[in-house]
C-alpha cells in the first residue's frame, strides 16, 4: 500500500491536548523518513516534526517542547501528541513522507484539522 491517513483532530481549548495518527501501511518499517506538516489558512506549510528512517526526530521551534512525534511500527502508524495546545496551533495537520531525508517530500496523506479555542 502506497498511503497516508490522517486522524484523530478536532476542536479543543486552549491548553487542552490531541492524539494525531497517521496511517502509513506503505512507509512506516521501511527505508522513508516522515513528518508532520501543518498549514494554517494564509500561511506557509510548515514542517513541524519530523522522523528520519533511522529514529532520529527533531521538532521546529513552534512546537518543540509541546508536541511528540512517534512510531508504532507494528500497527504502522506515525503519531503526534499534541500538548498545551494554542490558538495559534490551529491548522490542518498533514503527514508526509519521502525516500530519503535530502529529497523532497512526494507522499502527502489529506489531512485532520486541529482547531484551537481560547
Known amino acids: 500500500q502506497v498511503e497516508l491517513t490522517e486522524s484523530g483532530g478536532g476542536s479543543v481549548q486552549a491548553g487542552d491536548s490531541l492524539t494525531l495518527r497517521c496511517f502509513a501501511p506503505g512507509f512506516i518499517s521501511r527505508s522513508y523518513s516522515m513528518a508532520w506538516f501543518r498549514q494554517a489558512p494564509g500561511q506557509e506549510r510548515e514542517e513541524i516534526a519530523t522522523?528520519?528512517?533511522?529514529?532520529?526526530?527533531r521538532y521546529s521551534d513552534s512546537v518543540k517542547g509541546r508536541f511528540t512525534l512517534s512510531r508504532d511500527n507494528a500497527e504502522k502508524t506515525l503519531y503526534l501528541q499534541l500538548n498545551n495546545l494554542k490558538p495559534e496551533d490551529t491548522a490542518m495537520y498533514l503527514c508526509?513522507?519521502?525516500?530519503?531525508?535530502?529529497?523532497?517530500?512526494?507522499?502527502w496523506g489529506q489531512g485532520t484539522q486541529v482547531t484551537v479555542s481560547a
Open positions: 522522523i528520519i528512517h533511522d529514529g532520529f526526530i
Open positions: 508526509a513522507a519521502k525516500m530519503s531525508q535530502w529529497d523532497d517530500y512526494n507522499y
